[in-house]
Every structure is written in C-alpha cells, then in structure tokens.
C-alpha cells in the first residue's frame, strides 16, 4: 500500500511538469498572460534606448515666421520588439524636460517655468504605449498615453525604418528606428502665448515631435 501511495504522488508529478512544460512552449508563464490580441508564440526582444546615438527633437512655428526647433538630452526608454508579431510590441520612456535644449538659455528657462513645462513640479514626461499596428513592412502605428505636466493624452507615433538587428563595433546588437507624431500643447496645459502688433501669436499651437532612435539588446 505504502509503495502504491508513492507510485500515485510520482505520477501527479510527473503529469504537473508535463502541463507546466506545455504551458511554458505556449508562451504562457503562471501568473501572466498573453493580451487578447497578441499571439503567445512570441520571441520578442527586449531593447533600451541609447542616448548617446538617439535624439529626442521638437519643432514649433515662432512669431508665424519661422520654426524653432529644440531637445531633450536626458531620457530613458526600453522597447520590446518581435516582427513576426509587431502587434506585441511595447514601448516605455520617460524624458527629462529640465533637460530641454533650444540653444538659447533664457528661452530654455522660460520653457522650464510655470508658464510652460514647470520642471520643478513635473520634472518628467512619459509614454506607455496601448496598441500597436502594422503599417507597412518595417513600420508601425503606436498609440499610447503621453503625460506632460501632469496632463495626459493619447496620441499615436508614426514609427518608421526600423532596421535589421547590426552588430555594432563592440558586438552589441542593435537596431534603428526613427518616431513623430504632432500634439497641440494647450491640450496638455501649455497654453501661454501672446499677441503680436502685427496680427497673429508670438507661438504656434502646433508641436512636432521627431524621435531618432537607437536601441541596444538588454541584456
């Protein structure tokens, strides 16, 4: 009896890690799981961003004129990437906006007070992309929330020439990818502005926002 006992506690085992294994070839790990719309038979990789080769810009219309343009130069992202399943990717970042760059230092405090970014009480902005769609071969549509100030909306990045995995000089793996997309600033509290003798605004509604990337494989 006591040797059937064992026999049984051994099979329940065994028939445990054979579910557990076929779950795991599923994709599927215990306690997480696979979104509605995401196939579970992923490889997806993980990506983060490299400052030292990407580039964070912005662009606005100044005094009807001309368009000014600027950056960021503190920001932080990780992406995770299958292009056999692009509708799996996810995209994360956080910039820094007393970062902010226009080469112009009184302009850039301007852009760090109240009347614009106010970095002391929002010293960062985010993305946390929602979905994500093909838009061609090598392109995506990725639409998430953008927080500025406090405020958030959803808005949706044209990510576009998204490059083969290369090896760069050192052996790390790497890809390429370039991201824009347009919001209106009132939308997310930058409403300052004032009125030119000449007709118009001294600032454009309008701001372009043009994202170079380069990402490098988690390690």
């Known amino acids: 009896m006591r040797g059937a006992r064992g026999a049984l506690r051994f099979r329940n085992a065994e028939i445990r890690s054979r579910?557990?294994?076929?779950?795991?070839?599923?994709?599927?790990?215990?306690?997480?799981?696979?979104?509605?719309?995401?196939?579970?038979?992923?490889?997806a990789t993980r990506w983060t961003l490299d400052p030292g080769h990407s580039a964070v810009g912005f662009s606005v219309r100044h005094m009807m004129i001309t368009t000014v343009r600027g950056e960021f130069e503190k920001y932080r992202g990780d992406v995770t990437y299958d292009p056999a399943h692009p509708e799996a990717?996810?995209?994360?970042?956080?910039?820094?906006?007393?970062?902010?760059?226009?080469?112009?230092?009184?302009?850039?405090?301007?852009?760090?007070?109240?009347?614009?970014?106010?970095?002391?009480?929002?010293?960062?902005?985010?993305?946390?992309?929602?979905?994500?769609?093909?838009?061609?071969?090598?392109?995506?549509?990725?639409t998430g929330e953008l927080t500025i100030r406090g405020t958030t909306r959803e808005v949706t990045l044209a990510v576009r020439e998204i490059s083969d995995v290369k090896l760069d000089i050192r052996g790390n793996a790497r890809r390429g990818a370039t991201a824009t997309t347009t919001i209106e600033r009132s939308a997310f509290g930058l409403t300052w502005n004032t009125a030119l003798d000449s007709g118009g605004?001294?600032?454009?509604?309008?701001?372009?926002?043009?994202?170079?990337?380069?990402?490098?494989?988690?390690?």
């Open 19 to 43: 579910a557990e294994t076929d779950r795991t070839k599923e994709g599927i790990v215990s306690g997480m799981h696979a979104p509605s719309n995401v196939s579970a038979n992923t490889t």
């Open 201 to 219: 605004v001294v600032l454009g509604e309008v701001v372009t926002i043009a994202i170079e990337l380069s990402l490098l494989a988690a390690a």
């Open 89 to 142: 990717t996810r995209i994360a970042a956080t910039i820094d906006v007393g970062s902010v760059n226009t080469r112009e230092a009184r302009r850039d405090s301007t852009l760090r007070s109240d009347l614009f970014f106010d970095a002391d009480k929002h010293p960062e902005m985010t993305f946390v992309s929602k979905s994500v769609r093909a838009a061609g071969a090598g392109n995506l549509d990725v």
